[in-house]
């Protein structure tokens, strides 16, 4: 029987608020869901508080049937106020949470040495010691296995210096067209066209692939000597949260399972599709 992947999201793990009641969420717990559910053995690390908030996300995390190293601490569980505007999600993101204080643990550095695949963002390294963590956690990933930066651009969380040096750590690089203009501006080539600034992205940091979505309109991945590119299908939209997410899980867990490119591509856009008709992030089958 073929082993399955190891796949670990580390970051943020909070409770999107919307307007229809409390989800949970959070980007690289989302990319494992996901990962999960086309056949990887996923891993969520992060924390939440010793709250009630906290205990209802634990309940919600062993319904979806994921592993998970999730620390308990002295800090309020995250939470995030979505307001969507025509379906397209606005947030508001909570400060001095427990996913900004990550400790760092024996068990989870000897579930990184397993990985296949890891997912990280910028969000939660806003904080100096879930950065450390973080950073700390990658190092000991194996050199040939997937490290997947998601970048999120969220309010004033993100710095030029958190990007670059994520960048250097990663060699999966996963970014949003609004995003991507962020980006072009940071690094100065705000001149090129977004196709021209995903293969310069893919040279100067030496990624395995820069993946770009570009909402409604089309996804895009780059290598060194390849592209994929997909027209987004029309669905009837419910709301687009975690849809990203899904589509880099998808993606990962296809690549991992032997899929050629383009054949991996289809299968994120059809989950990302999949993703987008139903609420939240955590979606039923």
Same mark, same amino acid.
């Given at each position: %029987?073929?082993?399955?992947?190891?796949?670990?999201?580390?970051?943020? #793990?909070?409770?999107?608020?919307?307007?229809?009641?409390?989800?949970?969420?959070?980007?690289?717990?989302?990319?494992?869901?996901?990962?999960?559910?086309?056949?990887?053995?996923?891993?969520?690390?992060?924390?939440?508080?010793?709250?009630?908030?906290?205990?209802?996300?634990?309940?919600? &995390?062993?319904?979806?049937?994921?592993?998970?190293?999730? $620390?308990? !601490?002295?800090?309020?569980?995250?939470?995030?106020?979505?307001?969507?505007?025509?379906?397209?999600?606005? /947030? =508001?993101?909570?400060?001095?949470?427990?996913?900004?204080?990550?400790?760092? =643990?024996?068990? %989870?550095?000897?579930?990184?040495?397993?990985?296949?695949?890891?997912?990280?963002?910028?969000?939660?390294?806003?904080? $100096?010691?879930?950065?450390?963590?973080?950073?700390? #956690?990658?190092?000991?990933?194996? $050199?040939?296995? /997937?490290?997947?930066? *998601?970048?999120? &651009?969220?309010?004033?969380?993100?710095?030029? $210096?958190?990007?670059?040096?994520?960048?250097?750590?990663?060699? !999966?690089?996963?970014?949003?067209?609004?995003?991507?203009?962020? &980006?072009?501006?940071?690094?100065?080539? @705000?001149?090129?066209? *977004?196709?021209?600034?995903?293969?310069?992205?893919?040279?100067?940091?030496?990624?395995?692939?820069?993946? #770009?979505?570009?909402?409604?309109? /089309?996804?895009?991945?780059? =290598?060194? @000597?390849?592209?994929?590119?997909? !027209?987004?299908?029309?669905?009837?939209?419910?709301?687009?949260?975690?849809?990203?997410?899904?589509?880099?899980?998808?993606?990962?867990?296809?690549?991992?399972?032997?899929?050629?490119?383009?054949?991996?591509?289809?299968?994120?856009?059809?989950?990302?599709?999949?993703?987008?008709?139903?609420?939240?992030?955590?979606?039923?089958?």
């Amino acid at each position: %029987m073929k082993k399955k992947p190891i796949i670990i999201g580390i970051g943020e #793990l909070l409770w999107d608020v919307l307007p229809t009641g409390k989800k949970a969420g959070g980007a690289p717990i989302n990319f494992v869901y996901h990962a999960s559910k086309l056949g990887a053995e996923s891993y969520a690390i992060s924390a939440v508080g010793k709250d009630p908030l906290g205990d209802e996300i634990m309940q919600e &995390i062993n319904k979806i049937g994921i592993g998970y190293l999730i $620390e308990r !601490v002295n800090y309020p569980t995250g939470t995030v106020l979505v307001e969507l505007k025509e379906g397209i999600p606005n /947030y =508001t993101i909570i400060e001095g949470v427990a996913w900004d204080h990550i400790p760092l =643990t024996e068990s %989870m550095k000897t579930l990184a040495k397993k990985a296949d695949a890891v997912c990280f963002g910028t969000l939660a390294q806003r904080s $100096e010691t879930s950065r450390e963590t973080i950073q700390t #956690l990658l190092s000991f990933v194996p $050199e040939n296995s /997937y490290r997947i930066l *998601d970048v999120n &651009i969220r309010q004033h969380y993100y710095s030029k $210096e958190i990007i670059v040096s994520s960048l250097r750590i990663c060699n !999966v690089f996963k970014i949003n067209d609004d995003e991507l203009l962020m &980006i072009k501006n940071i690094f100065e080539i @705000d001149k090129m066209s *977004d196709a021209d600034a995903c293969k310069w992205l893919v040279e100067n940091f030496n990624l395995k692939f820069m993946i #770009l979505t570009a909402g409604a309109n /089309y996804s895009a991945i780059y =290598t060194h @000597d390849n592209v994929s590119h997909i !027209v987004t299908p029309k669905v009837k939209v419910a709301d687009t949260v975690g849809a990203g997410d899904s589509f880099t899980g998808a993606f990962i867990s296809s690549i991992l399972d032997g899929k050629m490119l383009a054949e991996a591509h289809q299968a994120a856009v059809d989950r990302a599709a999949f993703v987008c008709t139903r609420a939240g992030a955590w979606v039923s089958e």
